[in-house]
């Protein structure tokens, strides 16, 4: 019976020794230090992960839609005083400078750029954006989640 105990201990701390060298998947923070090519440090005591390691999701990417032109026209006729009737025609229209998207409480803005009037829905990294990563391929790879804030601006 010791022999069997003595055994599966061995195998116990083999078994752990090999999932801490490994790195399974983690979460880490890190900080946006430069973004053409990206690179995103974890600590200061550490070198910069290059973009050569670096995936970026949807959640980090810039994301523009065009600038929305849309008109409703609603005619309606109505009968005045007399008898005699005449008709209105409205047209509500929804224009640059209407719509307004915001993070962390503060407006993205329409861009008025070479792509021409364009409502910013997720801007890009910027240096210093504070970004959730998951570590993963023991630590050969970093996917580049979400951007994150302390507080709401």
């Not at 600038?67 to 009737?85: E, M």
């Not at 959730?132 to 580049?144: H, M, S």
């Amino acid at each position: 019976m010791s022999n069997t105990n003595t055994l599966l201990t061995a195998i116990q701390r083999v078994v752990n020794n090999n999932n801490s060298v490994m790195k399974l998947t983690d979460w880490v923070i890190g900080t946006v230090t430069r973004v053409k090519p990206i690179e995103v440090t974890l600590s200061e005591t550490m070198l910069p992960i290059p973009s050569s390691m670096l995936f970026l999701s949807n959640g980090v990417i810039e994301y523009k839609i065009d600038n929305l032109q849309h008109i409703h026209t609603a005619t309606t006729t109505a009968t005045v005083g007399t008898g005699s009737t005449g008709s209105v025609t409205v047209q509500p229209a929804l224009n640059k400078g209407t719509i307004q998207v915001y993070e962390n409480n503060l407006p993205l803005g329409v861009t008025g750029d070479d792509d021409g009037n364009k409502i910013i829905i997720n801007r890009k990294l910027q240096v210093g954006d504070k970004v959730g990563l998951l570590r993963v391929q023991n630590g050969k790879a970093f996917i580049v989640w979400t951007r994150l804030f302390k507080e709401i601006g």
